[in-house]
């Protein structure tokens, strides 16, 4: 066998359709349907977003996104502090169905998909995967496993930060359905933040990203949701008559991704590599981009041109900087938020413009000198 593809979500779909099909492939997943449950909140800037968050792409057209794939299409971002105030971001967004998406690639791709089929070890040594449907020599190994990468752990590289986050589906959501809603605060999402993204016709994901240590003691993801989602002022009059219908729980890398993402024939692909826009937890543009890298450059490798190393050099020439500027902001993030009633008094600093530079991964100069005052401004505030 040429490549086995570890993993079918977002990074491993893209992986399949980008391989060629003159190779010997199969993808695998554990699931019985590909994409489902959909651990995600399901959106993806549009193309022009796309340039204006990854400028070093050379190609966009990944980002062309069919309209079958769409649910709907938002405008804005509203980003809302604990004290209702609230910053509006023209921000154009597919609010994607993740799971059809996922599926209609890897079928497209043409190459074997063995679903049921769960990761039971992998010997780095002997490059043996070994699962529930058999064992596989592969040449090369796609580890596109997510946040929890068996493959990570048994290579030894598996200690990134993950923060967990639980996600509603509801279904009478009284929103304004061109805006995401983005909240943040201690009491519905410490640590993290809140949303509501409108699916259209009054569906809508409605979850939080939630870290424990940030939180009052006894708190929990369960009942910061529900407080969310039924006490929140700032959220419950949109949710007031929605009714739950769906519930899934995740975990999402809100780290830098790994130092290096190539071992031997083994290549860490999205989520499982922590390849993530950390400070607003976004995966599924950049595991889009760097399945199709993966794919590109195995291609490459079979036909002799260029050693696997290629693809630790493509992806990172093309989307690290975002990425360490995503996890520059979340750092700052983390250094504000253990108290609600400073974290509104920071973000008197802060205006319109600035929230659309932090939203697109761009660093506003006031925030680049912010890391050397945040100790002193924390006994002022």
Partial sequence: MDVVVAGIGIAGAFTLNALSSSLDVVGIDKREKLGY???CGEIIPTKKEMKILLPDLDDYSL???PKRYESNRTKEMHFILPN????????????IRRDE??????????HKVLLKTRIVD???????????NGVFSPEVLVASDGANSKIAKKVGVWRYELSPAKQYLMRNVECDEDVIYMYIGKKIAAGGYAWIIPKGNGLANVGIGF??????KGDNIHKALDRFVKDYPYSKEFLKNAEVFGKIGAVVPIDLPLEKTVYDNVLFVGDSASMIISHVGAGIPISMVAGNIAGRIINEYFDGSVELEKY???????MLD????AYFIKKLWDGISKNDEKLVKYFKLVNNKDMGLILRSKIPFKLKVAKYFIPVLNLIF
């Fill in 84 to 95: 209702g105030k609230t910053f509006e971001v023209d921000f154009d967004m597919h609010v």
């Fill in 101 to 110: 998406m996922i599926q209609d690639i890897a079928r497209k791709s043409g």
């Fill in 322 to 325: 975002v990425m360490k500027n």
């Fill in 211 to 216: 870290r424990k240590e940030y939180a009052e």
């Fill in 122 to 132: 992998y010997d780095k040594n002997s490059s043996e995967l070994r699962t529930t």
């Fill in 312 to 318: 630790d050099l493509f992806w990172r020439e093309r």
């Fill in 37 to 39: 449950p959909v651990e």
């Fill in 63 to 65: 980002f062309d996104i």
